[in-house]
């Protein structure tokens, strides 16, 4: 005997819950990664709440300030946990070897915030092809290194939903950013796939380098080659991709494009592939938090002696 058909009324309530779900997991993760929340705290409120309780392990883990996939697969070998292991499948004795290991380490909230300062303040250019993940290295850096100071490029193409005007980028007009190229306000700009402009506004840029500030600036080649010319000693770092055939699946998969724009960003990277060998260095995108970490470094931040 079959089950019963869901009700429009009752998809809906089901679709609802679980997109709450997510973003409870979501949520936890955050506060892991920011320190805010400690494993034990997690696995307490995961008695409470089943879709905390329903998060993977290997999700937990990936989520602590310095854990990336391999370290996360080598600590479930330690402790005996399956990877598809749940937290709320999670036994008494592993729950304790969780939490011991999170002590022996030192990993505990509030203490996850890298506090560096910067041995040489300066500008720090990251380039690389299509859909590599500048962004969510650079994100990542923003959450995690507060000594770093990402630059907000200046563009005219429309605000995707989320984005906010002077955070993610300064959206400007046609009209206004021919006006700030008219008064030599951009250290750089570029038109990218051949529709919007793309720039950096000169003076944001020089005030925190003054200021004594690590500046991070994440553009495109184009913009990358016109501050070689007008910075050149700044530090050049190329973002690569793991292999050709993993960014492909993450532009795919991004779901931000059509067919054809896809097609057309594939066709770009290939072209900014070649262009590595223009770069001082090259950090290769296999894990977030370790590239990020390794880019820091690049960027000559050490840690706070206090």
């Known amino acids: 005997?079959?089950?019963?058909?869901?009700?429009?009324?009752?998809r809906v309530a089901a679709l609802n819950k679980a997109a709450a779900?997510?973003?409870?997991?979501?949520a936890a993760k955050e506060q892991l990664k920011a320190g805010t929340l400690s494993v034990n705290e997690l696995l307490t409120a995961a008695t409470q709440d089943d879709a905390i309780a329903r998060l993977r392990v290997t999700e937990l883990l990936e989520s602590l300030p310095g854990v990336g996939a391999v370290t996360a697969r080598n600590l479930l070998q330690q402790l005996g946990i399956a990877a598809s292991?749940?937290?709320?499948?999670?036994?008494?004795?592993?729950?304790?070897?969780?939490?011991?290991?999170?002590?022996?380490?030192?990993?505990?909230?509030?203490?996850?915030?890298?506090?560096?300062?910067?041995?040489?303040?300066?500008?720090?250019?990251?380039?690389?092809?299509?859909a590599v993940g500048k962004g969510t290295v650079s994100t990542y850096i923003r959450d995690n290194?507060?000594?770093?100071?990402?630059?907000?490029?200046?563009?005219?193409?429309?605000?995707?939903?989320?984005?906010?005007d002077g955070v993610h980028y300064f959206f400007k007009s046609p009209e206004e950013f021919d006006a700030l190229i008219e008064a030599g306000e951009l250290l750089e700009w570029a038109v990218v796939h051949g529709q919007n402009r793309y720039g950096t506004l000169r003076s944001t840029v020089e005030a925190a380098i003054a200021d004594g500030r690590s500046v991070l600036l994440e553009i495109d080649l184009q913009g990358a080659?016109?501050?070689?010319?007008?910075?050149?000693?700044?530090?050049?770092?190329?973002?690569?991709?793991?292999?050709?055939?993993?960014?492909?699946?993450r532009l795919v998969g991004r779901g931000?494009?059509?067919?054809?724009?896809?097609?057309?960003?594939?066709?770009?990277?290939?072209?900014?592939?070649?262009?590595?060998?223009?770069?001082?260095?090259?950090?290769?995108?296999?894990?977030?938090?370790?590239?990020?970490?390794?880019?820091?470094?690049?960027?000559?931040?050490?840690?706070?002696?206090?």
Do not use: C
């Open 1 to 10: 005997m079959g089950l019963p058909a869901l009700t429009q009324q009752e």
């Open 21 to 26: 779900a997510r973003a409870a997991r979501a």
């Open 85 to 130: 292991r749940r937290v709320k499948g999670l036994g008494t004795r592993q729950r304790e070897a969780l939490v011991d290991f999170m002590n022996e380490k030192q990993i505990h909230p509030h203490t996850a915030s890298k506090e560096y300062v910067s041995k040489n303040p300066g500008l720090t250019v990251l380039a690389g092809p299509t």
């Open 145 to 164: 290194y507060p000594n770093v100071w990402l630059s907000v490029s200046a563009t005219t193409r429309p605000p995707r939903p989320g984005e906010q």
């Open 225 to 249: 080659r016109q501050v070689k010319q007008a910075v050149p000693d700044a530090k050049f770092v190329f973002l690569a991709p793991p292999s050709w055939e993993e960014m492909v699946r």
């Open 256 to 306: 931000t494009e059509t067919a054809d724009e896809q097609q057309q960003r594939l066709e770009t990277a290939k072209l900014e592939l070649a262009a590595e060998p223009e770069f001082d260095h090259t950090v290769i995108n296999d894990d977030v938090r370790r590239a990020a970490d390794e880019l820091v470094s690049l960027m000559g931040l050490i840690p706070n002696p206090r």
